[in-house]
């Protein structure tokens, strides 16, 4: 009986310092083998930086924004970044001070429907980040797509493979509103 309590205890510990770790927030990949860790969006954001809303596309690719840590209506930065991890091919914008300025938001709420947009101008180009939430829908559908166009011709939709991580609402106060829509 005393073999069976000591390995009971054993194992008791052993959950125990499991769920601690997990609680700790220090234990995602250990509670699922690494199947969580895996399973997270890719970010195209430094480890110094938040990541204010980032998705992989169709393509492969990762979509991005990523800002300082201390962003804020003052002080920070934001930017828009394409590629893959090790290799941005696009970083918008590359000057980090008043970055913020160089996009603008909209938002477009109903019961059961949030519709976002972040979007910004870059050598000729438009780029339109649209970030729509439509639980009305059943099931609920996210989806999120960068129309980029030059002119009024349509160039390319990069269209996210599953729905975002984070939220464009994080930039509500500190980029300015598109007043055109």
Not at 73 to 92: I, N, S, T, W
Not at 100 to 127: C, H, I, W
Not at 169 to 179: G, T, Y
């Amino acid at each position: 009986m005393n073999k069976y309590r000591s390995k009971i205890a054993i194992l008791a510990a052993l959950i125990a310092a499991g769920l601690a770790l997990y609680a700790s927030g220090g234990g995602e990949a250990a509670a699922g083998a690494g199947i969580e860790s895996s399973a997270r969006p890719k970010s195209l954001c430094a480890a110094r930086e938040q990541t204010i809303w980032t998705c992989t596309t169709t393509r492969a690719k990762v979509l991005s924004i990523c800002a300082s840590k201390d962003l804020a209506e003052d002080r920070g930065y934001v930017q828009y970044r394409y590629g893959v991890p090790g290799k941005v091919e696009l970083e918008y914008p590359k000057e980090r001070k008043d970055s913020a300025q160089k996009f603008r938001y909209t938002r477009y709420t109903r019961p059961l429907v949030t519709m976002l947009t972040l979007s910004f101008e870059n050598d000729g180009f438009s780029y339109v980040l649209e970030d729509d939430d439509m639980e009305e829908e059943k099931p609920a559908v996210r989806e999120a797509t960068v129309e980029v166009t030059k002119g009024a011709e349509k160039t390319a939709t990069i269209k996210c493979k599953t729905p975002p991580a984070g939220s464009l609402m994080k930039l509500e106060d500190i980029v300015p509103r598109d007043e055109s829509n």
